[in-house]
């Protein structure tokens, strides 16, 4: 049996970390939904503007937009909404079966509103009504701006992805806000089922810490974080507060591992992923760790459910320098910053594109 057939029976969702219109084209995502056990995917501007780069698939899409008047932000989100709805609709099996478990796509609104709560909230709004697509979440980043509009689209019914988050305490912010967004919802007596994840980027943390650290702890930093995380995910999962959302028919927000490719090409190609193996939670990985994991016939342990060792293993980064709150915030906003630099060049392969296309005319 496939480890990626493994971790699926473990009670952990597989997600594909990448869309472009050849995988839907060629039937490769559909394979991997009937092989490999992926049910939902996400995506990001750097995603979209590699394929739309180096690739031809969207020439005839781009043109028909140029033709409509359309430029810029609006030529991007119909391109985005063409692939993500039609991989949502791969996926809606999925969602039925699991009643909303399971089966969803994401969609980012723009990075530029990182730090703007109302435009976040309207942009969400927005594409979420375009979609027209019950299992398509809109991602939101968990700053402090973004949690309110986080609280507000849980409450307007909008199903989130909440991105950017890198601790513990980031992590419980945006629990929470969804939370307000859900008790809101009961007390005006609309139905609280609106689905969400909080999406925790791991290998980062390794990644800034590598070569300031000894070589004892290299590549423990993000799976110690993770492991502080997921204790704290079971207990708000237990807690009166969330059971209280339970039992008025709310389903809870699942936790999401994010950044999972190994960055160290010392390191195993899956070490992110039989670390992270946990029920309850999704896995989101780029293809190529995605493949990496079919060829494994094992997975090993799952994740303590109270944190193992990782309190021990942080007060040895704290001994050697590591402030991991500074870090955790320093992570987030260079991660703000990292989306709208992407987003600037998704913005700026477009417009290359679309001129090369006129010319071509």
Not at 8 to 14: P, R
Not at 77 to 87: E, I, N
Not at 215 to 226: S, V, W, Y
Not at 290 to 314: F, Q, W
Request: proline share 4%.
């Amino acid at each position: 049996m496939k480890a990626t057939q493994l971790l699926h029976n473990l009670g952990q969702s597989l997600w594909l970390d990448n869309i472009t219109r050849d995988l839907l084209n060629s039937g490769t995502l559909k394979r991997y939904i009937d092989e490999l056990s992926v049910t939902g995917l996400t995506s990001n501007p750097t995603i979209f503007d590699h394929t739309i780069k180096n690739s031809a698939a969207y020439d005839t899409a781009i043109r028909e937009d140029l033709a409509k008047g359309k430029t810029g932000e609006g030529l991007f989100f119909d391109l985005a909404l063409d692939d993500l709805t039609r991989a949502a609709d791969l996926f809606r099996p999925v969602y039925n079966r699991t009643n909303g478990v399971d089966g969803w796509v994401s969609l980012e609104v723009s990075p530029l509103l990182a730090h703007e709560t109302a435009s976040t909230i309207a942009a969400a709004k927005e594409l979420s009504s375009r979609a027209g697509r019950p299992n398509l979440f809109i991602k939101i980043p968990g700053t402090k701006e973004g949690l309110p509009a986080i609280e507000e689209a849980i409450f307007a019914g909008v199903p989130v992805n909440v991105t950017l988050l890198f601790s513990r305490e980031q992590y419980v912010a945006a629990a929470e806000a969804y939370l307000r967004g859900i008790e809101r919802r009961i007390a005006a007596g609309l139905n609280p089922q609106v689905g969400s994840v909080a999406s925790m980027f791991i290998s980062r943390w390794d990644a800034t810490v590598a070569g300031k650290v000894p070589e004892a702890l290299n590549n423990r930093l993000g799976i110690a974080i993770a492991g502080r995380i997921y204790k704290a995910y079971l207990d708000l999962l237990g807690n009166p507060r969330s059971q209280r959302a339970y039992n008025a028919g709310a389903q809870p927000q699942r936790l999401l591992w994010a950044s999972t490719g190994t960055k160290d090409p010392k390191a195993s190609d899956v070490l992110y992923i039989k670390a992270l193996a946990s029920p309850f939670t999704v896995n989101t990985m780029p293809e190529g760790t995605l493949k990496a994991l079919a060829d494994h016939g094992e997975l090993g342990p799952i994740m303590a459910a109270d944190g193992g060792d990782c309190e021990k293993v942080l007060a040895e980064f704290a001994k050697v320098g590591i402030n991991v709150n500074s870090l955790a915030a320093q992570l987030q906003d260079e991660g703000a910053k990292s989306f709208v630099k992407s987003w600037n060049e998704l913005l700026a392969v477009i417009a290359s594109k679309s001129d090369a296309l006129k010319q071509a005319a």
